[in-house]
């Protein structure tokens, strides 16, 4: 049904074949022809096929890598309002891939990713105002990005706050919820997050470090939120 939608010019089927071939479900994976249907359908103006196209320019799945390219089709799904494709779009202006550096529009794209509730763009932003590119240094407005990517389990943003917290960054110093951050980011196979709970333990007491395993606990149990 789709490859005939598709082969009528339907958008939404073109985009879906794409991402049929892409991922190889019902089908053998093919790259190329993942790349067919996604442009056939980002250049009908599809936003998602759009964003798909970018990945696969950046990644050079199914053609040859080209940032430049990506960025183009980042660019106009970005547009239409894809978060995934805004913050594709803030990393590339962040690391200078396909476009010259530049944090200030790096931060701009960020925003209205994490804005719309993008985890990954709330801590790339949260990132940009913590070392200050592209915006005035801010370790509140940081803490505020990392907090809410953290509440959506993101695990970067969690061992982030708990840095914010190990160093008072935005935030009056706290070994506790450090620990707390740092266990939390462990216990979901992250080494850094052990790394940094273990850090803040040597400055704590026993009762001080139970008492931060419970907050670790009812932490998770209110699935990070209000932590």
């Known amino acids: 049904w789709y490859t005939l939608a598709g082969e009528q010019g ?3 089927a073109q985009n879906n074949l794409g991402t049929m071939y892409d991922q190889g479900h019902g089908v053998l994976q093919d790259g190329k022809v993942a790349l067919k249907w996604y442009t056939l359908a980002g250049e009908q103006g ?15 799945r199914g053609v040859l890598q080209d940032y430049e390219i990506a960025v183009k089709w ?3 799904a970005g547009e239409q309002g894809v978060a995934d494709a805004q913050n594709n779009l803030g990393l590339m202006y962040e690391t200078g891939q396909g ?9 701009k794209w960020y925003t209205f990713a994490a804005e719309q509730g993008h985890a990954s763009a709330q801590n790339n932003l949260g990132a940009m ?8 240094k801010d370790g509140k407005i940081a803490l505020k990005w990392y907090t809410l990517a953290a509440e959506q389990g993101h695990a970067d943003a969690q061992f982030n706050l708990g840095l914010m917290y190990a160093k008072g960054r935005g935030v009056p110093q706290n070994d506790m919820y450090a620990y707390m951050w740092g266990n ?13 709970r273990d850090f ?6 026993p009762t001080q470090i139970e008492k931060a395993q419970k907050l670790a606990r009812k932490c998770v ?7």
């Open 10 to 12: 339907v958008a939404d």
């Open 46 to 60: 599809h936003a998602d096929a759009q964003n798909n196209l970018g990945l696969m320019y950046e990644t050079g």
């Open 74 to 76: 980042y660019t106009l």
């Open 99 to 107: 476009v010259l550096q530049d944090y200030e529009i790096a931060v």
């Open 129 to 136: 105002y913590d070392q200050g590119h592209g915006v005035l």
């Open 184 to 196: 939390i980011v462990a216990s979901n196979g992250d080494k850094g997050g052990g790394k940094l």
């Open 200 to 205: 803040v333990a040597k400055k704590m007491t």
């Open 221 to 227: 149990r209110k699935k990070y939120k209000g932590c």
